[in-house]
């Protein structure tokens, strides 16, 4: 009894100092600048989201909060630069979709978005847009899915480049709506979307901020949004999974951790990104930036990471096998 009595105290106290531990560590952090990796250039739509974010934590966490581009390799060397940095808590990365994507796509890759990385929160979302030539003979997803299966294999898809998340999402919804087309890359999206409307092309699927001063200038049609309900971005606008129930692609940004930063600094570092993306000033110039705040725990937000690397993996290997 005695021994068992002592062994009590013992882990009383070790679980005791390891709470102490714990707080007090959340209370130092941050006591220098934090650094968030962008992998991509300035002024680009994840430099604009990182720099917004970075200004709100900024003022939230007191201390200065940059943002560092390494742009290159669809975001992998900025992934790489952060997965071999301390795990300190002040070098951080944006993840975002391109890199999901590109732990298929890549087939040499020094790190793993899922296994490398402590998850911090999600910030945002990007919607894409299906538009379409006006003279297309479908007016809506129903109707283009029916075109496409009375003219299989001749309509033509414009993207910004194989293998960029709106290519992929076209990949999708080609095997969920089992029609086929023939993809057309260029190098960006703007010359595909405005090859829509010359009529060289029959649609594309974009971000919605390149697409909509097409679409408000009545230079393309409109047909839906890939978010599960409509977006609050195009309201007017119906989702594909009002016909497709189930279908869902985006584009997405969130802040992860080199892995084994301690738990408490990725709690920190929750809680005031969380604040900050539910701040109406941050939702509406993220919004003015065609994305849609998220919301989510640290663990909600890498389940989400590992699920986003199936779905856009499978995409990959259905671009690989190429048609059936």
């Known amino acids: 009894m005695h021994i068992w009595l002592k062994r009590t105290a013992v882990f009383t106290f070790a679980t005791g100092m390891l709470v102490y531990v714990h707080c007090a560590l959340a209370q130092q952090y941050p006591a220098r600048p934090i650094r968030i990796v962008a992998a991509s250039s300035p002024g680009s739509g994840p430099d604009?989201?990182?720099?917004?974010?970075?200004?709100?934590?900024?003022?939230?966490?007191?201390q200065q909060v940059v943002v560092d581009?390494?742009?290159?390799?669809?975001?992998?060397?900025?992934?790489?630069?952060?997965?071999?940095?301390?795990?300190?808590g002040y070098t951080l990365l944006l993840a975002m979709a391109s890199q999901a994507i590109g732990m298929t796509l890549y087939k040499k890759l020094s790190y793993d978005l899922a296994r490398d990385f402590a998850a911090i929160a999600p910030?945002?979302?990007?919607?894409?847009?299906?538009?379409?030539?006006?003279?297309?003979?479908?007016?809506?997803?129903?109707?283009?899915?029916?075109?496409?299966?009375?003219?299989?294999?001749?309509?033509?898809?414009?993207?910004?480049?194989?293998?960029?998340?709106?290519?992929?999402?076209?990949?999708?919804?080609?095997?969920?709506a089992r029609i086929s087309f023939v993809h057309v890359p260029y190098k960006g999206i703007?010359?595909?979307?405005?090859?829509?409307?010359?009529?060289?092309?029959?649609?594309?699927?974009?971000?919605?901020?390149?697409?909509?001063?097409?679409?408000?200038?009545?230079?393309?049609r409109a047909l839906a949004v890939t978010t599960l309900q409509r977006s609050a971005l195009v309201p007017d606008v119906p989702s594909v999974a009002e016909t497709l129930p189930g279908f869902e692609a985006l584009?997405?940004?969130?802040?992860?951790?080199?892995?084994?930063?301690?738990?408490?600094?990725?709690?920190?570092?929750?809680?005031?990104?969380?604040s900050a993306v539910g701040a109406p000033g941050l939702i509406e110039q993220l919004r003015n930036q065609g994305a849609e705040p998220m919301q989510g725990t640290s663990a909600s937000f890498g389940a989400f990471i590992g699920a986003e690397i199936k779905k856009w993996g499978d995409a990959v290997k259905d671009v690989e096998a190429g048609p059936e």
């Not at 604009?48 to 007191?62: D, S, W």
């Open 69 to 88: 581009n390494r742009a290159g390799v669809g975001g992998n060397l900025g992934a790489e630069a952060v997965a071999r940095a301390a795990p300190d």
């Open 190 to 220: 703007t010359p595909a979307l405005t090859d829509v409307q010359s009529g060289q092309l029959h649609f594309a699927f974009s971000s919605v901020p390149a697409a909509m001063p097409f679409v408000r200038s009545a230079r393309l």
């Open 48 to 62: 604009v989201i990182a720099r917004l974010i970075a200004q709100k934590l900024t003022e939230r966490l007191g």
């Open 123 to 176: 910030v945002a979302s990007t919607p894409f847009i299906l538009t379409t030539h006006l003279s297309l003979p479908a007016t809506s997803v129903k109707g283009l899915i029916a075109l496409a299966k009375a003219r299989p294999g001749e309509l033509l898809l414009g993207s910004g480049g194989a293998g960029t998340p709106p290519h992929l999402c076209a990949e999708m919804f080609k095997a969920h």
């Open 251 to 274: 584009g997405w940004y969130g802040l992860v951790a080199p892995a084994g930063t301690p738990q408490a600094v990725i709690e920190r570092l929750h809680a005031v990104t969380q």
